[in-house]
């Protein structure tokens, strides 16, 4: 397998990224659009907040379609909180993108990242997309991937290489999180393309799979977005035999699928709102895999640690205190914790307590800016791993101001 | 019913706050002694993490008991991951207490809050327990107030006076939280009075009641701590007919209970680490009781919410946001928000949808240090109230190096 960190053109995929006016800078792009030339296979994973955008209602409803050709995205408004009124604009912009492509409205897909509340400028949006479709193009892929930011610092692609059955396989994927230019939620959307066969059931299985360790293991700030999305488009023109059941082939793309999820994912933990660390909890011992999701998850969503590893401090304790509030099982009196970054690695804790370590080689080891917290609680055989960045008084500012 | 924002003296008790060497610096207290003259019935809530520090292990225990007539506490340090030893050294300050005192160590609470997995300095507790208890006296409670400290800017208690079969009942309470010289966690401690008489059965269903409808209902970081705890003593001093059913007295004392644990929880989230603001959840029109604890407490302990509101930025849709992924049921298309300060009243949100609302007034309400956020969910008919600060600067900074 052959892992590249930009956007690898997929056979049979085109796209392209325009500016259509709904960010105020020029030199951005807003809306962005995917095409597969002939019938593809569609899986989603969408947020499971209680007020979901238009776009995830109406992409939970589409996905369910044996054949999705085309996802059409804008960035700049979030198209959430928006009543009837942004339902129908959804609705339009899946009419609008149909039409251009001479698909039915079923065989597209939609997304939506950046203010919430207000409502689509529908004319710029309309325009956008009538471009958008004349630029496809086999590589307009990075054009797509600057369309879907928001905040971000940079675009967010990976790819891998691999054969099945002596074909050459691509997974290429694209992601964007974790801010906006008036912020309003860390949304993050995804969109991963193969030209890999595959049934629509292990589509879907996979990709929820690979989604649950990859991108449902970070957080920024806690703050789950109306508008998260996973989308992956599966056009079988590789002609390996159709991955039917869960064979090797399976687990050759299952393996190439998480690292692209996994690699997106961590991009967007490094490039969360006013991060200056990538932290990766690297958990092991757990009980139960869900102990050890829940343990990891906690780690790196409490304010408390990210505030800590901002200072690069080796505050252990919240550490243990976060697992304790976690809701995961394990014994406290068990817990080992070190810490590790290109400085070395160092343990902190022993059977629950706090070792006399170095704290000047621990200081050089959390300044860097990719740590890793590896905690093993001695309790069983399961692993899990989460990323999150550290909380800055970037945070705030990013947070604090930026609506009006 | 005559609230003072102060500790009354609770007949029959007495307190003392003095320094024995745990902090720094020698200005401040860091031990505290309560004492109950006669027997005295007690009620505890003790944190729900798992990671317990050694004192709330110990008291979970000793509550049990008839009678409970002190409760030692120390600032500076948890005694938590501490271990064995730790275990141990609270064993011993409740010893070295009930041999002071003239107790059976069963008689005896603990309590710590400071920095988190440094062994206890036993040596200078148990000089300061001999210390404090040649030190109690009648109007010892602003010192003992002070003694249980750590960052906190001031000392939190609350007093009421009201009657019950023409007796004088008064129920005093003091606090701390939420922060630390050496800070690892918002630890948040309370211990209440009273002369009343009511069953120990009784007074516990009225403090978890009490305690689950306010602090429990405060979130200054989201993380909960290894040594929360909330104590309440009763010895029956004032002669009132014991209240041993839920009567017509019983909801006298329960209403002026939960004055006195609302009122300390609210100087908790004022005093939150690095906030500027009280912020205020007042939740109506829930479809039980659960969905409207669940949203309200959700929209206080998100992270983009606080930060809007020290940019007094009229963010509404972090609002829905933040209560569509806490797990409450509701019907984002009915949601009406409005902000209130001194300053007035603002409607922002209807049908779930944003409303045209003059920027500028809503400016000069959020600009307010004490600021309500008003939500209706237009569900049904019940309601809750939360509690919480804003994220500033401040809060990173003093999570992010004070340590080391």
């Known amino acids: 397998m052959k892992k590249y960190s930009k956007f690898i053109p997929v056979p049979g995929f085109k796209a392209a990224g325009v500016y259509c006016g709904i960010k105020k800078n020029s030199n951005k ?56 009124k942004g339902f129908e604009d959804g609705k339009n912009m899946i009419l609008a993108t149909a039409k251009e492509l001479n698909l039915s409205p079923t065989e597209v897909l939609v997304a939506s990242t950046g203010i919430i509340g207000v409502q689509m400028p529908m004319g710029k949006i309309i325009s956008g997309i009538e471009d958008a479709a004349l630029s496809l193009s086999h590589n307009g892929f990075e054009d797509a991937a600057k369309g879907i930011l928001t905040t971000d610092s940079s675009t967010k692609t990976v790819s891998i290489e691999f054969d099945l059955d002596d074909k050459p396989i691509v997974i290429s994927g694209m992601a964007k999180g ?22 629509k059931e292990l589509l879907e299985t996979a990709l929820r799979d690979s989604v649950n360790n990859s991108f449902n293991m970070i957080s920024v700030d806690g703050d789950t977005s109306t508008n998260d999305m996973v989308i992956i488009l599966a056009n079988g023109k590789a002609k390996n035999r159709v991955i039917d059941n869960m064979d090797e082939n399976y687990m050759k793309f299952k393996k190439a699928l998480d690292i692209v999820s996994t690699e997106l994912a961590k991009m967007i933990a490094q490039d969360g709102e006013g991060a200056t660390k990538l932290i990766e909890v690297d958990l092991s011992g757990a009980k139960t895999k869900e102990d050890a999701r829940v343990c990891a998850k906690s780690i790196i969503a409490s304010s408390l640690v990210k505030s800590a590893f901002f200072g690069s401090d080796a505050n252990w304790g919240r550490i243990m205190c976060s697992m304790g509030y976690s809701g995961g099982d394990f014994s406290p009196e068990n817990v080992e914790i070190f810490f590790q970054s290109k400085k070395g690695v160092i343990q902190i804790v022993k059977g629950g307590m706090g070792l006399h370590f170095n704290e000047d080689l621990a200081k050089d080891i959390l300044l860097e800016d990719y740590i890793k917290i590896m905690v093993n609680l001695k309790d069983g055989e399961y692993s899990a791993k989460a990323w999150g960045c550290d909380l800055s008084y970037d945070y705030v500012k990013i947070n604090g101001a930026y609506r009006t």
């Open 29 to 84: 792009k807003d809306l962005s659009l995917i095409y597969s030339e002939g019938k593809a296979l569609s899986a989603g994973v969408f947020t499971t907040n209680k007020v979901k955008a238009a776009p995830v209602l109406i992409n939970m409803e589409h996905i369910k379609n044996h054949n999705t050709q085309a996802v059409v995205i804008n960035s700049g408004n979030a198209n959430a909180c928006t009543g009837e």
């Open 178 to 199: 974790s801010g906006m230019i008036h912020p309003n939620m860390a949304t993050m959307l995804g969109f991963i393309l193969t030209n890999a066969s595959i049934s």
